[in-house]
């Protein structure tokens, strides 16, 4: 069983909204820190956006204000709503659990986005 997956991806237009959903298999995942992250070809994976056990939220400048991450600890999902969207946002986004923000061990195989102009 994958302990990590990623859905929602897929395309939308400049201004449109998109929302994704990370299901973990993980009895752990209450006590863990979750983010998700992006890359695009040739370029490093970014840390977009975090949530601590106890709500924290962390924005990468790039995102502050358009996309919002939330947690359902009893539903073991993690998700990232992304509005106002840009075609700079356009890469493959990835989910991750880890003991804090900045340790990140258990990934998801990724899910792609693609914002056109």
């Known amino acids: 069983q994958v302990p990590l997956v990623e859905s929602g991806g897929g395309l939308a237009q400049a201004g449109g909204s998109l929302r994704l959903s990370c299901v973990a298999s993980?009895?752990?995942?209450?006590?863990?820190?979750l983010g998700w992250h992006r890359q695009v070809p040739g370029k490093q994976r970014e840390l977009v956006a975090s949530?601590?056990?106890?709500?924290?939220?962390y924005y990468a400048d790039s995102v502050q204000g358009r996309f919002t991450i939330s947690r359902d600890n009893d539903k073991q999902t993690v998700y990232l709503q992304m509005n106002n969207l840009k075609p700079e946002d356009t890469a493959m986004y990835y989910c991750?659990?880890?003991?804090?923000?900045?340790?990140?061990?258990?990934w998801g195989q990724g899910t792609q986005v693609t914002v056109s102009a």
């Open positions: 991750a659990t880890g003991p804090s923000r900045s340790q990140f061990n258990l």
């Open positions: 993980a009895y752990w995942f209450g006590i863990a820190t």
């Open positions: 949530v601590s056990p106890g709500g924290s939220t």
